[in-house]
């Protein structure tokens, strides 16, 4: 394995495993198109620079089935960010989200996920959340099947701005945000013979 010469990036042992690691589920059967191989008798050596050689690998026949993916659209979503301040804080949240649930009550929301970011954005509630911090970073994310029941949303809370928790502040830049497409993944199995190969050229 190699690369064009002079263009960026390291092609070497380590980024090539980095790679063969990607999302490998089962390492003695990974599934491709033309047959299915078995990585655990690969070996990797390297052979000049930006070069590394690659032996051993082994497999069984192709599968009789190819693997689909469908996406599909699964609604929108849109977020908004907000920042508390000391003292009390964790009750200004409380507050929030409760200010938050009165002003979409109403409204066909489907769903709404609070995050704190640098707490809990990444890892949820893997380790203890601080008693009393100086800030809270608030993530509010929320869905809803069409674009306009969201942007209702938003306005409906800043509507509220005056009523909100002491010393609250509201990102501008999320406040004018436009709602996103959520594009959901459905993979599955289909059998070989219904996939029949065609190559359609454009001329231009």
Same mark, same amino acid.
């Given at each position: 394995?190699?690369?064009?010469?002079? @263009?960026?990036?390291?092609?070497?042992?380590?980024?090539?495993?980095?790679?063969?690691?990607?999302?490998?589920?089962?390492?003695?059967?990974?599934?491709?198109?033309?047959?299915?191989?078995?990585?655990?008798?690969?070996?990797?050596?390297?052979?000049?620079?930006?070069?590394?050689?690659?032996?051993?690998?082994?497999?069984?026949?192709?599968?009789?089935?190819?693997?689909?993916?469908? @996406?599909?659209?699964?609604?929108?979503?849109?977020?908004?960010?907000?920042?508390?301040?000391?003292?009390?804080?964790?009750?200004?949240?409380?507050?929030?989200?409760?200010?938050?649930?009165?002003?979409?009550?109403?409204?066909?929301?489907?769903?709404?996920?609070?995050?704190?970011?640098?707490?809990?954005?990444?890892?949820?509630?893997?380790?203890?959340?601080?008693?009393?911090?100086?800030?809270?970073?608030?993530?509010?994310?929320?869905?809803?099947?069409?674009?306009?029941?969201?942007?209702?949303?938003?306005?409906?809370?800043?509507?509220?701005?005056?009523?909100?928790?002491?010393?609250?502040?509201? @990102?501008?830049?999320?406040?004018?945000?436009?709602?996103?497409?959520?594009?959901?993944?459905?993979?599955?199995?289909?059998?070989?013979? @219904?996939?029949?190969?065609?190559?359609?050229?454009?001329?231009?």
């Amino acid at each position: 394995m190699t690369k064009v010469p002079d @263009s960026p990036g390291c092609v070497s042992v380590e980024t090539v495993k980095e790679q063969l690691l990607y999302e490998i589920h089962d390492p003695t059967n990974y599934l491709t198109p033309d047959v299915i191989a078995d990585f655990t008798t690969l070996r990797l050596t390297p052979d000049g620079v930006d070069r590394v050689r690659v032996t051993g690998v082994t497999g069984k026949p192709r599968p009789d089935t190819l693997k689909l993916n469908l @996406s599909r659209l699964e609604g929108y979503m849109r977020e908004l960010i907000f920042t508390l301040g000391y003292p009390e804080a964790w009750h200004k949240v409380d507050q929030l989200k409760a200010m938050i649930a009165e002003s979409w009550k109403e409204l066909p929301i489907e769903r709404v996920e609070y995050h704190y970011l640098g707490m809990t954005s990444l890892f949820g509630a893997l380790a203890p959340l601080p008693a009393d911090p100086l800030e809270i970073i608030v993530r509010v994310t929320f869905t809803a099947a069409d674009p306009d029941t969201l942007k209702t949303a938003v306005r409906r809370v800043m509507a509220n701005a005056l009523s909100c928790p002491a010393g609250m502040s509201v @990102s501008g830049t999320t406040v004018g945000a436009d709602p996103r497409v959520i594009v959901g993944l459905w993979a599955t199995l289909v059998d070989r013979a @219904s996939a029949k190969p065609e190559v359609t050229y454009f001329e231009t």
